[in-house]
């Protein structure tokens, strides 16, 4: 191995070293205070950083957060998914995608609506928001998946269908009416929605 490409091993792991303390610094403080409550003052002290470094990862607070929680979403995305393999009936098999995923955005309610906040309203071309937006497709994909299993739902319609079900199931989390309810009870508001978008 030549000297250069162990310099570019090295400066790669150093740049994976301390993305990895940015995003266990920016977790554990979201968690404990909320987004709004933390600066990236706090976050850099507590990764071991400068300010100018960490606004190399990340330039806002928000793609912070969203760098913090697309890898959990994506985690509640596929254990939907594998619950959603082993329900049979169409409505409860979406259910079982669209729980984890509710119960992932509710572990710090206002950090759940700020993450939805920053992936509708952030720069698409922005990395860690084109990955939020990713993940809303694939659940989409796995909605559209389920709903194909019902014979009267047209194979051009699971899609549209799903996309429908993605803003229902966005809204309950978002809305502000809805901050104190449990998880349980945001579930059970999106499967009366689902349930009338099925019956008809």
């Known amino acids: 191995m030549s000297v250069a490409s ?105 950090n759940g609506r700020t993450y939805l906040r920053e992936m509708v309203f952030g720069d698409p071309e922005e990395p860690r928001h084109g990955a939020a937006l990713a993940i809303v497709a694939q659940t989409e994909e796995a909605v559209a998946a389920v709903l194909r299993r019902d014979e009267r739902v047209a194979e051009g319609d699971a899609a549209t269908l799903a996309h429908i079900v993605s803003a229902v199931m966005f809204l309950s989390m978002a809305a502000s009416v809805n901050t104190a309810l449990s998880v349980e009870e945001i579930v059970q508001d999106i499967r009366r929605q689902v349930d009338v978008l099925l019956s008809r």
Do not use: M, W
């Not at 303390?21 to 403080?29: D, H, K, Y």
């Not at 470094?53 to 596929?78: D, I, M, R, S």
């Open 6 to 110: 162990q310099s570019v091993g090295r400066r790669e792991r150093n740049k994976q070293e301390k993305l990895d303390r940015i995003v266990a610094a920016a977790s554990e403080l979201f968690a404990e205070h909320g987004v709004d409550e933390v600066t990236t003052q706090q976050i850099a002290d507590k990764a071991d950083i400068g300010t100018g470094t960490l606004f190399l990862y990340a330039k806002t607070k928000g793609e912070l957060l969203l760098l913090v929680q697309n890898a959990k979403y994506v985690e509640a995305l596929e254990q939907g998914r594998a619950d959603a393999e082993t329900v049979p009936g169409v409505l409860d098999a979406v259910l079982a995608i669209v729980r984890p995923v509710v119960e992932c955005n509710r572990i710090q309610i206002d």
